[in-house]
């Protein structure tokens, strides 16, 4: 018998209608989240990173599927019973300052979700805003500082502590670093390893910065056009990805560059990169087939789902090794030998 996830995505589809016509941002996404793992979204822009995370906190209803926290299904809850949810589910936006009270002290800010709840006395939920302060790096008497006396990764550190004033399980953080300079995003991505143990947290990690999602997390999800592509362990991933899509994205990270396909040319100058298809008219068959080095007839006629490629590594592609892969000795050649 496996262990229950503490959060498990289910088929999750999410449409929009515009002028333009329908679109899914979300499609068909499914993942499991177990408790203490930590899930990372990467992808570009567009690729529906944003909406999972708003989709899994019940922000946006799904257009279909299923979202199951604990093992209960939650897809469909009213307001009334998901707020014990919302107390166990906390969320980290990009923009700190917006995420604040501005005119409320930045002590007050870590003591209102608190006050909420109706945790604590007042005396307690001073003396624990004070904690929190003093955890994520904040000296606390900066606690009657109003959030725009202070700087953006401090603000960002307040808006982590208040996240956490509520004790939660999971946390789920939508670019949460990305706003940030470079030497003060790595300052809070030490924070949040640190917490990670410290609060036996689980993250759901938004981010289209593949260096960070290896720092912090331990499962990965690479989203394109709103399907997930690949999806596995960090460890398997980063260092041998089956897409052509991950293998695209890490190519394009200088640390990650060793990953790239031994033998495959990397263009130093790329004069025209082709457009990735509109959402609103995806290709037949693999939505990546229009970008992708290798694709095939097969690709155009037949939409590769995910099935596994190795040790809890799943790639949606027709030739991402696995038994069903069919042998492409072009294809042998350029990644050589493993
Ligand atoms: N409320 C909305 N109405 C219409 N389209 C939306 C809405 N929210 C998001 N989208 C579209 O859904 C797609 C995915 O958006 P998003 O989840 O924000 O992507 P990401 O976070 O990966 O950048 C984009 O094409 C975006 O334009
Ligand atoms: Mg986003």
Redesign the pocket.
Known sequence: MSETPLLEASELTRR???RQGV?S??DRVSFRLMRGEHLGIV????????????LVQRLLPATEGHIYYSGRDVTNLGERALRPLRRRIQSVSQNPYASLFPNKSIGQNIVEPMLLHRMGSPKERMDSAMRLMRQVGVPSEQFYAFPHEISGGQQQRIAIARALALHPELLIL??AVSSLDVSIQAQILHLLVELQGQYSLTYLF?S?NLAVVRMICTQVAV?FL?RIVELGPVSEIFSHPAHPYTQALLAAVPDFSSARPAGADVPQEVDSEPEPPS?YRLPSGCRYRTLCPIATQRCESEEPQLRTVGAGQHAACHYSGGAEAEPDPARTEREGVR
């Open positions: 929009f209608r515009s679109m941002a979300v992808g570009a822009s567009g690729s529906g990173k944003s909406t999972v995370a708003k939508d670019e938004v289209h989203m709103g959402p």
